[in-house]
């Protein structure tokens, strides 16, 4: 923990920390705008994610912001106690919020490692590698409404106790609705059962791993 003597204390990392977050928010703003009607789509539609791979530049946007969303996602995660095993009750705020950052960067290669050991010989059109990155695509848009919903809730001065209890419950019902969406097209290039054992190996094990760390450390 950072003393009171430190240059750089707890509450004005926290403030930079946020302040880069928005900073990188506002660069890829345009980036995001591009991408609203293949998000709409992706949420309409399981073929919106196929179509949206098939446009390099909307591919290249999609991944630049998925990737500047771990920041706003994992700050929220962390202002809300959204996930809070036992080992960082006596962090301060910024410690934990690096300690959010660090598992949820640990999550995604666990993601990363079972996405490869698990990649088919053939995939016809790529379907599994569609399939992986849709989660990209899921994750853009969850963080968005996530973050609108929060803002709206806050300018009604609701407490910080329900808008946490609306953030766990937002996320748990949008998590099911992309592997709803994502066991769709699997479903594309192998039967019902194959696209749940993908499900398991790809979702469930590193999913489960992380809630497993918040239940038991």
């Known amino acids: 923990m950072l003393g009171t003597g430190s240059i750089l204390n707890s509450d004005m990392a926290v403030s930079l920390s946020v302040m880069t977050t928005l900073l990188l928010c506002l660069l890829c703003m345009r980036n995001w705008l591009r991408l609203i009607p293949s998000m709409t789509e992706c949420l309409l539609r ?21 990737t500047i969303c771990i920041l706003p996602f994992t700050l929220l995660a962390s202002y809300f106690r959204l996930w809070e095993p036992r080992f960082t009750a006596h962090l301060d705020d910024f410690w934990y919020f690096i300690a959010v950052l660090g598992a949820f ?41 996530m973050l609108a919903g929060v803002g709206i809730l806050s300018l009604f001065n609701i407490p910080e106790l329900t808008i946490r209890k609306f953030c766990l419950l937002f996320l748990a019902a949008f998590y099911l609705f992309h592997l709803i969406r994502k066991g769709q097209i699997l479903s594309t290039f192998c039967n019902p059962f194959t ?20 239940i038991l450390l």
């Not at 590193?206 to 809630?211: C, D, K, N, Q, S």
Request: aromatic fraction near 10%; glycine fraction near 4%; proline fraction near 5%.
């Open 46 to 66: 399981a073929k919106g994610s196929a179509n949206l791979e098939e446009s390099v530049p909307l591919t290249r946007d999609r991944n630049s912001v998925a």
């Open 195 to 214: 696209a749940f054992l993908y499900l398991c190996a790809l979702e469930f094990l590193p999913t489960g791993a992380l809630v497993a760390v918040a």
């Open 105 to 145: 960067v640990i999550y995604l290669l666990l993601r990363a490692f079972m996405q490869w050991r698990c990649a088919p010989r053939r995939s016809p059109a790529d379907r599994y590698g569609i399939a992986c990155r849709s989660t990209k695509n899921y994750f853009i848009i969850c963080t968005s409404l």
